[in-house]
């Protein structure tokens, strides 16, 4: 491969926005930030945390996101996932026992 050539993880890098790379600098980062994480998002992004949360919901689903970090988004997508997977059994309790008997 030359030099020149792009790598995958290069192009992916050129898709996301400077704010988009920003924010999961930021989110692999935020424990070293004074003050609490709405306090530093707010101050960084000028976004309200549920508006932060959902700009990084969309974002660790991007094929381009994955690229740019890959085990910071699969650790993330997998916290969505127990959350989500958390939420349903508070919400259905039936449900999600049928669901694991299975």
């Known amino acids: 491969m030359a030099s020149s050539e792009a790598t995958p993880e290069r192009r992916a890098a050129h898709i996301l926005s400077d704010r988009d790379k920003a924010i999961l600098d ?3 980062e935020w424990w070293q930030h004074s003050g609490s994480k ?4 707010r ?6 945390g549920a508006r932060y949360y959902q700009v990084l919901g969309a ?3 991007s094929e381009a996101a994955l690229a740019y970090d890959p085990m910071l988004v699969k ?4 916290m969505k996932d127990e959350r989500s997977i958390s939420r349903q059994a508070r919400i259905s309790p039936e449900t999600s ?4 008997e299975d």
Do not use: V
Not at 43 to 48: C, M, P
């Open 26 to 28: 930021f989110e692999r």
């Open 38 to 41: 709405e306090d530093s998002i």
């Open 43 to 48: 101050q960084a992004f000028a976004l309200s």
């Open 59 to 61: 974002l660790i689903s």
């Open 75 to 78: 650790r993330l997508q997998r």
């Open 97 to 100: 026992k049928n669901s694991d």
